[in-house]
């Protein structure tokens, strides 16, 4: 046996030398080396058609994907996530916008206060808000119209200033607001410049009121929309009003975010100014308010922002004082305003 032939004897089957045109019986997918010229042509055009053949394929799938209509076959193309239409009560956090609307989906919509002040101790030379209780029952409706529910809403009539405090203190810092969507709190009083707001026995300012919301709020609050309205007077002017020129002419993750973030304030006027009320209906800010929470409430488009500013029209568009008797009080106007540190979109309805 020659020295070759040992070699070849000591090696398995598999492993036994082959001639260079036969392809290993455990490779059957690979194809057999070519033995003639002919050979040769055939298998470059075979190889070249199914380049060609995947390159179109490739090129209409671009093209569709482009287009977002179908595949290469025709059958139709599930939208990309990002254009997916997502409800508004059933915000996920990957879509596109879910970042600039709060979420208003929990469990409870939130907690809802309303401070009604009508009479006052006579030290403090405060006269009856009279009308005021009109307020208060109109601001009930609205708040279930708003999606609070009855025993979330909480009404609290001519209360110590010193109470004031401790209620604020309760509602910011010793409520669970882990499944609810905000807090919502409406004061109807007697005010005067500089932010202060009358209790029944005695005076305090917005600041001091919002300060636990600020100081060290509830970690279930953080983040989530804290709505103030503020029926009462800013100071002792009266807002006359101008003639507007075409009126005329037409006859008719873990992160910092700012202590004072998502906070928004509604006052029935603005600085220094004399807030109007109606004995039979109430004051004029809180009528409109309640007039537009109605009208709105089943507009799916309609933010708090857009709502406010329709109030702000009506206010100073569809109310005027009629007291005729006094002249520096007749034909008086109001403007109401709004003071917004909402970080995101806010959707009632």
């Not at 392809?23 to 194809?31: G, L, N, R, T």
């Not at 209790?199 to 970690?219: A, S």
């Not at 329709?310 to 206010?315: A, E």
């Not at 005027?320 to 009080?329: A, G």
């Amino acid at each position: 046996m020659s020295r070759i032939g040992r070699v070849q004897s000591l090696k398995s089957p598999r492993d036994k030398i082959l001639p260079r045109n036969v392809v290993p019986p455990d490779q059957p997918d690979a194809h057999p080396p070519p033995t003639t010229k002919s050979s040769f042509s055939n298998f470059f055009r075979r190889s070249k058609e199914v380049k060609s053949s995947e390159e179109e394929e490739k090129r209409q799938d671009e093209g569709n994907d482009r287009r977002g209509s179908s595949t290469s076959t025709g059958m139709p193309r599930d939208p990309p996530p990002s254009r997916l239409t997502v409800p508004r009560d059933s915000l996920i956090i990957n879509a596109p916008d879910s970042q600039r609307r709060y979420f208003m989906g929990h469990q409870s919509r939130g907690v809802a206060v309303i401070i009604n002040n009508k009479k006052f101790e006579r030290s403090l030379k405060q006269a009856e808000r009279v009308g005021t209780d009109v307020d208060a029952d109109a601001l009930e409706e609205v708040f279930l119209n708003l999606g609070f529910t009855r025993p979330n809403i909480h009404r609290y009539n001519d209360v110590p200033h010193r109470h004031m405090l401790r209620l604020m203190d309760h509602y910011a810092c010793k409520t669970d607001y882990e499944e609810m969507d905000c807090f919502f709190c409406v004061l109807l009083s007697h005010g005067t410049e500089g932010g202060v707001i009358f209790g029944y026995d005695g005076k305090t300012t917005l600041d001091v009121l919002l300060d636990p919301f600020k100081r060290q709020p509830h970690p279930t609050l953080i983040g989530k929309p804290k709505i103030f309205l503020i029926q009462a007077c800013r100071g002792d002017q009266f807002e006359n009003g101008v003639l507007l020129r075409d009126s005329v002419e037409a006859d008719g993750p873990a992160i910092r975010i700012p202590l004072e973030s998502d906070f928004i304030y509604a006052y029935s006027t603005v600085p220094g100014y004399f807030s109007w009320r109606n004995a039979a209906k109430g004051s004029w800010f809180i009528e409109a308010f309640a007039k537009n929470v109605k009208k709105y409430r089943q507009e799916p488009e309609m933010d708090l922002i857009r709502l406010l500013t329709r109030v702000n029209y009506d206010v100073a568009y569809d109310y005027q004082s009629n007291v005729p008797l006094v002249e520096r009080m007749h034909l008086k106007k109001q403007m109401p305003s709004i003071v917004s540190m909402l970080t995101k979109e806010l959707y009632f309805f």
